[in-house]
């Protein structure tokens, strides 16, 4: 027995809308800074729908270079572990352990900037944990 599809396929209606160029710049730059299209940011401050698709913004591509650097380090950080929990440490140097916590420093303090300028801090205005004494980080 065949189930029969009874989803009807949705019917799609063009809608336009008559403005002016500014206007229209303006709504570019919104949907933009949003990550969404203008379709899609139209209908969802109109109708209060979330958008259907929401493209990368510049910040949030920058976020995902972070999120992959930082898994990459990650892995490194578990394969040293696991040569220092089997004693196989083959390849494994001093040079190769400083080189991995250099690259997990140097994405902290690239994070760190850039959430500064997002916020309009500077860099000066936030200490690291890593510069706090065992006194203030409660150790």
């Known amino acids: 027995m065949q189930q029969e599809n009874k989803k009807e396929p949705k019917k799609r209606v063009l809608i336009q809308l008559r403005t002016n ?7 570019i730059t919104y949907a933009k800074e949003s990550g ?20 990368a913004t510049p910040e949030r591509l920058r976020f995902l270079q972070f999120f992959t650097e930082v898994n990459r380090i990650g892995v490194n950080v578990n394969q040293i572990a696991k040569a220092f929990h089997t004693g196989h440490f083959g390849e494994l140097t001093e040079d190769v352990i400083l080189k ?4 997990l420093r140097a994405v902290s ?6 959430l500064d300028d997002s916020a309009g801090q500077t860099a000066r205005e936030r200490q690291s944990v890593g510069d706090l004494s065992a006194e203030q980080s409660g150790q």
């Not at 160029?21 to 709504?27: C, H, I, P």
């Not at 303090?109 to 850039?114: K, R, W």
């Open 36 to 55: 969404m299209t203008i379709t899609d940011f139209v209908k969802s401050r109109t109708l209060g729908k979330a958008p259907r698709t929401k493209m």
């Open 109 to 114: 303090a690239q994070i760190l900037n850039h």
């Open 100 to 103: 991995t916590l250099e690259d």
């Open 21 to 27: 160029e500014a206007d229209k710049n303006t709504l």
